[in-house]
């Protein structure tokens, strides 16, 4: 099969692969129907995640047809089309009871750090990702799930994580009705945020990003506020939203950007070029300096183990509380399903380029330099074309 393969850092090709077999009872090998490229996909490719390795195909996001059934599987059939989550998760584990799909203690047991991932390096599982044409699914009965007959596989393709990863970041933000919440990043799990602090009652929603296309496509998407690198005099952002916010600072700040933030030269040097440290914590910083004081924090932009410069001082003496986590992306889908639905998220709108599979390096490239207003890149392999 094809299938997108890592080859070392900043280096990437497509090429022919053995398809995956049942490993176990309780899987099932999906044929890839779409898949996409995700922010943190570039992080892998930037080396920025620790045990990346040689010939490990990328891609979390995906969804396909059912083409082979482990003999435990109960609840698929050959033939159903489903969206699949980027946690694999167990089902039954002390986690995986009280919804936390994004901790399960079974699928990462060599790692003290989130779930299995499917294509994200050994750190999570080493399990191969859906960049292919062909991907097998553990635990098949807990984390897949049927797409509706009268629903495309693009409309409910971003329930595999951004969507919820950008709804879970707003509802760590325990958003009260009429509260400011300022979103650092512009991407998709930043626009999604942005929708659902909307959908969870705020009053002011604030976007940040260094892109100008993307702040153009934040506020035609989302009818947000807009600041921009250039807006802040001296690059001086926080000084901005302060300002903005009557001194006081924001009720909720989001960081949705993750380890490659820009904004400060000293944390890219340090945590990007020289990987001193695990990425560039700027847009932590700036979540922490921008909000009032006793507000919420969330963290849901993604940084690889083990630490970063973080300023930790003025969060513990401004009172504020920090959330993060990667998603639970199983509990949400069910409501976010609703959502796309009813018309209340147009999932499939920030869509703006589909790649056939074979021109995946190309596509890698034109998401990572932002060729093109390139928002959201979906992948289209041959027999899905």
Request: hydrophobic residues 40%; negative net charge.
């Amino acid at each position: 099969m094809l299938a997108l393969t890592y080859r070392g850092p900043n280096r990437i090709r497509v090429e022919k692969k053995p398809a995956p077999k049942l490993e176990h009872p309780n899987d099932v090998i999906l044929r890839v129907t779409r898949t996409a490229i995700c922010g943190s996909d570039l992080h892998l490719l930037h080396g920025l995640i620790p045990d990346t390795r040689v010939g490990c195909v990328f891609g979390h996001e995906f969804a396909g047809v059912v083409e082979e059934v482990g003999p435990g599987v109960v609840s698929l059939t050959k033939g159903d089309r489903v969206v699949v989550p980027f946690n694999i998760s167990c089902g039954t584990c002390f986690f995986c009871q009280r919804g936390l799909t994004g901790n399960c203690e079974n699928t990462n047991p060599s790692a003290n750090v989130a779930s299995g991932v499917y294509g994200y390096s050994h750190t999570t599982g080493g399990y191969d990702g859906g960049q292919a044409e062909y991907v097998r699914v553990p635990f098949a009965d807990v984390g897949p799930m049927k797409i509706p007959d009268d629903m495309t596989d693009e409309q409910v393709l971003f329930l595999s994580d951004i969507l919820p990863t950008g709804y879970q970041a707003a509802e760590m933000g325990e958003i009260k009705p009429g509260e400011t919440v300022v979103v650092f990043g512009c991407g998709p799990v930043g626009l999604f945020a942005q929708r659902s602090a909307w959908l969870m009652g705020a009053g002011r929603v604030i976007a940040v990003d260094p892109v100008a296309y993307r702040l153009d496509f934040a506020r035609a998407y989302n009818n947000v506020e807009t600041v921009g690198f250039e807006d802040a005099t001296g690059g001086d952002v926080v000084s901005l939203l302060m300002k903005m916010t009557d001194g006081r600072g924001a009720d909720v700040c989001i960081d949705a950007v993750g380890c490659e933030a820009e904004g400060s030269v000293a944390q890219s040097f340090l945590g990007v070029k020289a990987k001193l440290m695990a990425g560039s914590a700027t847009a932590i910083n700036w979540s922490i300096a921008a909000c009032r004081k006793a507000g919420n924090v969330v963290l849901i932009g993604v940084y690889g183990p083990p630490f970063n410069a973080v300023d930790i001082g003025s969060a513990m003496n401004k009172g504020l509380t920090l959330r993060m986590n990667q998603a639970n992306c199983k509990r949400y889908m069910p409501k976010l399903l609703d959502h796309i639905r009813e018309g209340r998220i147009d999932a499939e709108g920030i869509i703006t380029h589909r790649v056939p599979l074979e021109h995946a390096a190309d596509a890698y490239e034109l998401f990572e330099k932002k060729k093109d207003n390139c928002i959201k890149c979906v992948l289209v392999p041959p027999m899905a074309a």
